[in-house]
């Protein structure tokens, strides 16, 4: 079917009165908040994305959907008042049939100064929800029947994921009351120990806790995807043992390109692939660049994907962008403690100022060409692909395909 979204006009909290029930916020334009990118190709080249992008199932393994303030450094007041606005006129221009959503995340601080509280969560993820509600073209998944009829119906499905399970505490239960919200995904950890396991932020890595093999046990049971792109490389390892469905890295790369605590190395990689789970490549602001492709842009994101298709086979691969609809790398400037980002980066990968200078330098940039919102990944990702002389079958296997096909695994539904 041809591929034809329609936004139909509605913003965020427009049920509510601006100033009267609500502060409002000037935010950042959805999908051209920068200059548009999109990879040169020829005619026959571009009838072929226009074909491959109405057969093809899109889904993003890892997205934020909600559009920050301009400027940025509004953001934390912003965050504090409970809502945030989503962008549903960016999600009509991209390709995604499905997207995982990953709500206000670390930076969600309604209520305290570190996030990641109980209370918190529930908020963001209700508040979504409600806006969600009042709007037709964006509809909530809970099964992969929900992302095939979202898809046949010309709309956007959601997924409500959250990357690390901290505010479970000890709770199992609580689990469960995540998925009756909604949720279909959760983290081990987001680069910080708790209960369940350590992040990769901690020097010590003490692997996956007695309580941590109790909630993968819980995870599994009720159908919930686990993922472990922020946990240490131990974590992980103990939490694809011990899960008996397959678990995915929604959002990494490939250490081997780049020496940071933020990619995976390759055992951990080939152990996930060999469980039968998905690795989705992640594009933040300098992370997948590699020593080739120092300046972060789409070559070194796709270098990383090549890198791990080669490693484990493209039945393995998908795409995890991480990516946002604001100023990334100024978000990243405003949250640079909260989001663990200097010790994520720990093993060689400091920031230089020029491309060459040595072996842990590279080139800061203000956002990440071709890649800078989930609307141009869905875009560029395909022409990449098309452009490097991939297959349809490939092609259709790493833009959704091998995301469905775990899903059917994993999920109850």
């Known amino acids: ?111 305290s100064n570190s996030g990641w509280k109980w209370t918190e969560v529930l908020h963001d993820l209700g508040m979504r929800l ?22 046949e119906n010309g709309k956007t499905g959601w997924i409500a994921s959250i990357e690390g399970a901290a505010m479970i505490e000890n709770e199992l239960d609580r689990i469960e009351i995540l998925y009756g919200f909604g949720v279909r995904l959760l983290g081990v950890t987001y680069s910080e120990a708790n209960a369940l396991g350590s992040g990769l932020k901690e020097a010590n890595d003490g692997g996956l806790t007695s309580f941590g093999r109790k909630a993968v046990e819980r995870m599994n049971k009720v159908g919930m995807l686990i993922d472990c792109s922020h946990a240490g490389d131990r974590t992980t390892l103990d939490t694809i043992k011990a899960s008996t469905k397959p678990i995915i890295l929604s959002h990494i790369g490939a250490r081997a390109l780049w020496n940071s605590n933020r990619l995976a190395p390759d055992d951990v990689l080939r152990a996930c692939a060999e469980a039968g789970g998905v690795i989705g490549i992640e594009a933040a602001p300098h992370t997948t660049i590699t020593k080739q492709n120092r300046r972060h842009g789409i070559d070194s994101f796709m270098e990383h994907f090549e890198y791990i298709a080669d490693l484990v086979g493209i039945d393995h691969v998908g795409f995890g962008a991480d990516t946002v609809y604001g100023d990334h790398v100024g978000l990243h ?27 842990d330098e590279y080139p800061r940039v203000e956002y990440v060409e071709g890649l800078e919102n989930p609307t141009e990944v869905s875009h560029n990702v395909v022409r990449w692909l098309v452009k490097h002389g991939y297959s349809d079958e490939d092609i259709a296997k790493v833009v959704g395909d091998n995301v469905l096909g775990l899903l059917r695994d994993v999920w109850v539904s």
């Not at 591929?3 to 916020?25: I, M, Q, V």
């Open 1 to 111: 079917m041809a591929r034809s979204k329609e936004h139909g006009g509605y913003e965020s909290f427009e049920y509510l009165e601006a100033g009267k029930d609500y502060t409002p916020y000037d935010v950042s334009r959805e999908a051209d908040r920068v200059p548009r990118f999109s990879i040169a190709l020829d005619a026959a080249q571009e009838a072929r994305v226009d074909r491959l992008i109405g057969q093809c199932i899109m889904i993003s393994l890892h997205e934020h959907v909600g559009i920050f303030p301009h400027p940025v450094e509004e953001t934390p007041n912003y965050v504090r008042q409970g809502r945030m606005a989503t962008a549903f006129r960016g999600l009509a221009e991209s390709h995604w049939d499905a997207v995982f959503d990953n709500l206000m995340d670390g930076v969600c601080r309604i209520e």
């Open 130 to 151: 409600c806006d969600i509600a009042h709007q037709d073209q964006v509809v909530p998944c809970h099964g992969v029947g929900d992302i095939l009829r979202a898809r």
């Open 333 to 359: 400037r405003v949250y640079a403690a909260g989001l663990s980002l200097a010790e994520s980066r720990r093993s060689g990968a400091s920031a230089g100022t020029a491309a060459g200078g040595g072996d």
